[in-house]
């Protein structure tokens, strides 16, 4: 199928930037970000070439976890404004050509949402079924929390009605029961409300808890039938809500490895619209840690092919939890953790790192550049977690996850430029030494053509310039260096050659590219410069210690400009 013959994908080659409200801009001075405060950052945004805006939870809650144990679905947080105001943000994101998704958390509540508060009071409450319960005494179950640290096991124990509810997260956020007809229902109602109210699709929290609550109780009561309905009946229910061409999106959090993650796309691609690589992601932090791109390689080799048109991969290297690596073996764990976690600080419950990418790579520029650009040359699409285009670090005096989660660093003023209250006042502290706002903002990175941010500016530039990238097929290419990750991306009739040297080590790369004859050229996109395929469909590419090339393959029989 030609891409001009599909419908508004417009996800297949977007730049998504995901925003924490607490820590980007706080417009009032109370020492919160708001929504206002991000509204005054949209065009700082469309510079970047961001074209989706993805919001980290903004509705009320006890902030247990970040905003994501919801105590009303309906609301805005009064710390961040009110709905006037998401409208209007909305509305401006909008005609900058920016697309606004919003966290959708189907898996639980806060447990002082009104649902819990009545299912809890009595069990004889119409809410009761809301939650997964039990009478008997759960078995061990501390391997199966998601913080360890925090959690002994995934139920607890109800005084007032003496029985046990399901929590895969914190004990303050119990499980909804997703079987329940009337919570799919409530969960939709709460869909169709924040469509009328702009937004272009969500972002899908813990996917799999949500449909996978079979067998934890012995009961029918809390047993999908068919899990996956589930999915296809949100999404049937989001198409049905966003008219004409245009379309909204389900981008859902499943971390497991491919052959899993294809049941979540469904076979005619009627469950989610987009899912994080996690696979990816992970092996590229081995890849890195090794200075071979061998597992990467083999991870991109055994992605899924053939998956329906409107479905697509979202690439990251960083986000707002911790870099998990729980899809590596524990041996690669340990390697990579050794690597770029050296000290117990820098990690999260044996399973990851609540560090930022810079921090990861002691600051060197080459290496963290390098790593941006093979972020977006992959296929699928990219998304950043706010302060990556600048070089954010990390503050691990924080605790948990939320090191990285630190006030957006604007410019060298007080608090960063982040907000002008008293820094006893904020939300969260800012970063302070090497990676602080004297040395890190984005005020100076604009100022400055060699930063970061001018850096991935152009690769988003070049990224929604060449539709290779988001609709393609890859080709891993051989070439002799275990240190190179060669790929070409084929959409149509065009075609894309990517390298990246993941060490300090300059070396000359030989390309045989056997579907290109003699006379073909490969013109770089991101410098001045090419090379020519001669007689044997042969070419060499010249790579410095963490270099990166971006050729357009363009044929002397071709006569359209690259």
Not at 228 to 241: K, V
């Amino acid at each position: 199928m030609r891409i001009t013959d599909t419908a508004d994908l417009w996800y297949k080659n977007a730049v998504v930037y995901c925003v924490d409200l607490e820590t980007y801009l706080d417009s009032n001075g109370d020492g919160i970000g708001d929504i206002p405060g991000l509204a005054q950052r949209i065009d700082y945004l469309a510079d970047i070439g961001v074209s989706c805006l993805w919001l980290m939870p903004f509705y009320p809650s006890p902030r247990r976890d970040n905003g994501y144990d919801i105590a009303d679905m309906f609301g805005v947080d009064d710390r961040y404004g009110d709905h006037g105001d998401f409208v209007e943000l909305v509305r401006v994101a909008h005609d900058r050509g920016i697309r606004v998704i919003i966290d959708l958390v189907i898996n639980h509540t806060s447990d002082q949402h009104p649902w819990f508060r009545k299912a809890r009071a009595s069990k004889s409450s119409p809410y009761r079924d809301f939650y997964v319960w039990r009478s008997d005494t759960p078995p061990e179950t501390s391997g199966e929390a998601m913080f360890p640290g925090a959690e002994d096991g995934i139920w607890t124990y109800e005084e007032k009605t003496q029985e046990w509810y399901l929590h895969h997260f914190l004990h303050t956020q119990p499980d909804l029961n997703t079987a329940n007809p009337q919570v799919r229902d409530a969960i939709a109602k709460t869909m169709g409300f924040w469509l009328q109210l702009g937004v272009d699709g969500f972002r899908v929290d813990a996917v799999p808890f949500a449909i996978s609550q079979t067998t934890l109780t012995g009961s029918d009561d809390h047993e999908l039938l068919e899990p996956h309905d589930y999915l296809r009946t949100l999404r049937s229910f989001l198409q049905r809500r966003v008219s004409g061409t245009s379309s909204a999106i389900l981008l859902g959090e499943v971390n497991l490895p491919h052959q899993e993650q294809l049941a979540f796309f469904g076979d005619d691609g009627g469950q989610l619209t987009m899912q994080f690589d996690f696979v990816v992601n992970q092996k590229a932090f081995l890849s890195f840690a090794r200075e071979d791109a061998g597992p990467l390689a083999e991870a991109l080799g055994r992605r899924p092919r053939g998956l329906p048109t409107e479905t697509q991969y979202a690439n990251f290297l960083r986000n707002h939890d911790e870099l998990t690596l729980n899809l590596l073996t524990a041996e690669e764990r340990e390697e990579v953790l050794d690597t770029f976690g050296p000290d117990e600080e820098m990690r999260f419950a044996g399973r990851g790192l609540r560090r930022r990418l810079p921090s990861m790579f002691d600051g060197d520029p080459r290496q963290i550049k390098m790593a941006y650009s093979l972020l977006f040359s992959l296929p699928g699409t990219p998304v950043l977690f706010y302060g990556e285009e600048i070089g954010m670090g990390e503050n691990l005096d924080v605790p948990g996850r939320e090191a990285v989660r630190t006030p957006m660093q604007w410019t060298t003023d007080k608090n960063g430029g982040f907000s002008s209250a008293r820094p006893s006042r904020l939300a969260r502290r800012v970063v302070e030494g090497p990676f602080g706002p004297q040395h890190v903002n984005a005020a100076a990175a604009r100022r400055d053509e060699d930063s970061l941010l001018q850096h991935i500016t152009r690769l988003a530039k070049r990224y929604r310039d060449s539709p290779e990238l988001g609709w393609g097929e890859l080709d891993i290419l051989d070439q002799p260096h275990r240190e190179v990750l060669a790929h070409r991306m084929v959409c149509e009739d065009q075609a894309m050659v990517l390298l990246h040297n993941l060490s300090p080590k300059s070396m000359v790369v030989p390309l045989e590219l056997v579907n290109e004859e003699e006379g073909t050229e490969l013109i770089d996109l991101l410098q001045d410069g090419g090379c020519a395929i001669d007689a044997e469909h042969r070419t060499e590419v010249t790579l410095q210690g963490y270099g990166y090339r971006w050729f357009r393959v363009k044929r002397a029989s071709d006569p359209r400009l690259v």
